[in-house]
């Protein structure tokens, strides 16, 4: 009896192959994208603070419990409707403005304060929307989202030295509208939030050839903490990221003031421009400085870049740095800078926010602030 020999396994055709592959592939593909879009949240990029940065981060408790729209970042109720015969000012800007002082200490209450002092038949609406980090490429996605539908009588914008840095921090894997140019999402947003403008599997990519290339670090160095005071005394070996900055900066004023808002724009120094910084030294350590070798710059010159930079934009803009000077000098030798700042983290304590509240009404009173609205 014969026995009968297993036939040969038919084999596909090419075409058949590349097709099945591409099948694979693509379910492949497709669940990478779930997977990263579901679970990976891109990590901030940064080493100014601890956490994630999503497009609204370090928010007060107030908005978890009732939601953005209701309140400012300092707990401040509003409606997005003013009320009839009231001035509304907004703030802008990042720590200094949300400030590390109690709510009642910071910039925008000391002027709420004094202008109840000096107008107190006025009726003023001040909200802060200032927030810890925040930088023009942020606020401009925040004046979009939040701060534009309130139609603010003055918006108020206190724009960081070091803005123009973490400008370039949250860039790097920024989703950008290409009709606008403005980011539509940040570094740490979470992928279902973003639609589908760019794929979450390709920026883990991007972001994991971007490590790779840092020396399996996340930023590349120019980029660190560390370089600070170097941008405080040179600016201008870091102009790529004080374009990239202003050229947000300048969209983003453009916007404000075609809304029918009043723009002032104010800059002001951190500790490295004090002359005596010997109650800082371990505020300077941290900062990568010995205090005893650092040589203090003699003038703001980022400042003088942003006040050029406003001179072209047709912007107001102001220099709180003469003003630091002044009260350096006016607490003599024996005096203590910690009244300006804190030696813990480097803002303005609750002294200097009022005096930089009053340095902010005599610029409003200057650019022609109205007593009706």
Known sequence: MSETLPSPPVRKSPGK???????????????CELFFRLFWTEPPMTYIIEGNHPIYHHVPKAFTQ???????????????????????????????????????????????????????????????????????IIQELEYHNLVRELKADWVLWLYDTFDPIDDTLYSRLATVDPETGRVVAVPGEPYRKTGFRRSAFLRFIEFAWSVANNDWDFLPERMKFMNYPKFA?????????IDRSFTIAGR??????????KLLLFQYPWPFHLRDLHE????????????????????????ELVLDFCRKKGFSCYDFFP???????????????LTIYYNNNGHFTAKANARFARFILDRLEENGFARTP
């Open 17 to 31: 192959r590349l097709l099945s592959w591409s099948v694979y592939l693509l379910a492949a593909l497709i669940l």
């Open 66 to 136: 009732a939601g953005l729209g209701e309140y400012d970042f300092r707990g401040r109720r509003y409606r997005v409707e003013k009320a009839p015969d009231t001035l509304r000012i907004v703030f802008l800007g990042d720590s200094f403005t949300y400030s590390m002082t109690s709510p009642n200490q910071t910039i925008p209450r000391h002027l709420e304060k004094l202008l109840a002092e000096k107008h107190p038949a006025l009726k003023v609406e001040i909200l802060n929307f200032g927030m810890v980090s925040y930088s023009p």
């Open 233 to 241: 005394r040179n600016p201008s070996d870091f102009q790529d990221m």
């Open 252 to 261: 983003l004023g453009k916007t404000i003031q075609g809304d029918g808002s």
């Open 280 to 303: 800082f030294a371990e505020l300077m350590i941290g900062w990568g400085v010995q205090f005893s070798t650092w040589e203090t710059p003699t003038t703001n010159r980022f400042g």
């Open 323 to 337: 003003e630091v000077r002044r009260m350096e000098d006016e607490l003599g030798a024996d005096g203590s800078r």
